[in-house]
């Protein structure tokens, strides 16, 4: 018998985490899933710990749990958990991710213009850290009516075929069509093992829901949401470990990355 998939949710009770949420109650229904809604919470300071005991923080926390299945019905229709933990909230994510089965990690994100701002620095953190899939939600974004998405690749490395199974995977069952897009090259200009690459994807995506696709930009990670934006894109895929001009987008310090004027969720696979 195969295996229930489990989401997890981490929340700040924030209406941005609410969003998440919301996604991933449709994707759980869509996958059938199960979802875990997580919050990490700190030990109250000296000066706060006088008038607010621990115990009490928690019972706020239970409150708060009670407040959001509340808010959403139909929590009620898939098997769900909620989960509290004292700790460090990148640290105890990354452990609960690492070590407890987490099939899929849904996380709300502060929508701007920066790169920063996009992903959040504990985002960026977890992504590094973890081998699971992470769909990136930011404000006012949703995954319930994803038509197209964007699958950034450029060929230097063999695609992880697994990678690619979660994606047709999800692409069936959330009934999604992938641009696989690759930037600043021409078919012409690719090498032998370039060619292999590709052909090697081509085969594993199949023809029912890919298109493949080249485009021009100064830079590769402006060109990705400007492709977006000019094809009606829903959500952007990333293979992080099967790029080589990924490794420059997880840096911390990097500023004015993915610069678009309408955020769009992001999948890193």
């Known amino acids: 018998m195969k295996k229930q998939q489990t989401i997890l949710v981490p929340t700040d009770f924030s209406e941005r985490a609410k969003n998440a949420i919301d996604q991933a109650i449709h994707v759980a229904s869509r996958i059938d899933a199960r979802i875990i809604i997580y919050h ?14 621990l115990e009490n923080l928690k019972k706020k926390i239970d409150r708060n749990f009670d407040k959001l299945s ?32 987490i099939d899929m990690l849904i996380m709300a994100t502060k929508g701007a213009s920066g790169f920063n701002e996009v992903w959040g620095t504990k985002t960026a953190k977890i992504i590094k850290q973890i081998k699971t899939p992470v769909f990136v939600i930011p404000d006012n974004t949703s995954l319930k009516d994803m038509n197209k998405i964007a699958l950034a690749c450029d060929y230097s490395l063999k695609t992880d075929e ?19 897009v690759t930037l600043n090259r021409e078919e012409k200009t690719m090498t032998k093992k370039e060619h292999e690459n590709r052909d090697h994807l081509v085969r594993q995506m199949g023809n029912d829901h890919s298109n493949f696709k080249f485009t021009q930009h100064a830079e590769v990670d402006k060109g990705i949401m400007a492709y977006a934006k000019a094809n009606n894109i829903d959500a952007v895929v990333l293979f992080p470990k099967n790029y080589s001009f990924i490794e420059q987008m997880f840096h911390e310090s990097l500023t004015e990355k993915m610069v678009f004027n309408s955020p769009i969720p992001l999948i890193v696979i």
């Not at 460090?88 to 994510?93: A, F, N, P, S």
């Open 40 to 53: 990490v919470y700190h030990r109250p300071t000296t000066e706060r710990a006088q008038k607010v005991s």
């Open 70 to 101: 509340g808010s959403f019905p139909d929590l009620k229709k898939i098997p769900c958990e909620f989960r509290k933990e004292l700790g460090l909230t990148v640290e105890k994510i990354t452990d609960l991710v690492n070590k407890d089965g």
């Open 162 to 180: 697994n990678a690619i199974g979660l994606l047709t995977d999800l692409a069936e069952k959330l009934d999604f069509e992938i641009d696989v």
